[in-house]
Nanobody, 120 residues
Framework: QVQLVESGGGLVQPGGSLRLSCAASGSIFSIDHMGWFRQPPGKQRELVAE???????NYADSVKGRFTISRDNAKNTVSLQMNSLKPEDTAVYYC??????????????WGQGTQVTVSS
């Protein structure tokens, strides 16, 4: 059984910073891409940032230059450093990973979500 557990959400003032972390645990053979999505109130879930196993990254235009995604392959973790936060960054943030529990199976996994609120 594979699980993704997130931490680090909370309330922050505009211009502030937060760091989200996500740890994958369980029966893991390898992890392909890892990423973060978010779902603002009343809107659809959207990609924030993703990182391939080799380190190549991709960001939503709205967060480029403010957010940085990183991963530790030895620890099966992915983090999202969020700087210069804006009220429009308010959302539930979800960790996502494409994980191989065995060499011949690839499945998509999601964390439970963590609330990020940017407000004065």
């Amino acid at each position: 059984q594979v699980q993704l557990v997130e931490s680090g959400g909370g309330l922050v003032q505009p211009g502030g910073s937060l760091r989200l972390s996500c740890a994958a645990s369980g029966s893991i053979f390898s992890i392909d891409h890892m990423g973060w999505f978010r779902q603002p109130p009343g809107k659809q879930r959207e990609l924030v940032a993703e990182i391939a196993s080799g380190g190549r990254t991709n960001y939503a235009d709205s967060v480029k230059g403010r957010f940085t995604i990183s991963r530790d392959n030895a620890k099966n973790t992915v983090s999202l450093q969020m700087n210069s936060l804006k009220p429009e960054d308010t959302a539930v943030y979800y960790c996502n990973a494409a994980i191989r529990p065995t060499a011949w199976v690839l499945s998509d996994y999601w964390g439970q979500g963590t609330q990020v609120t940017v407000s004065s």
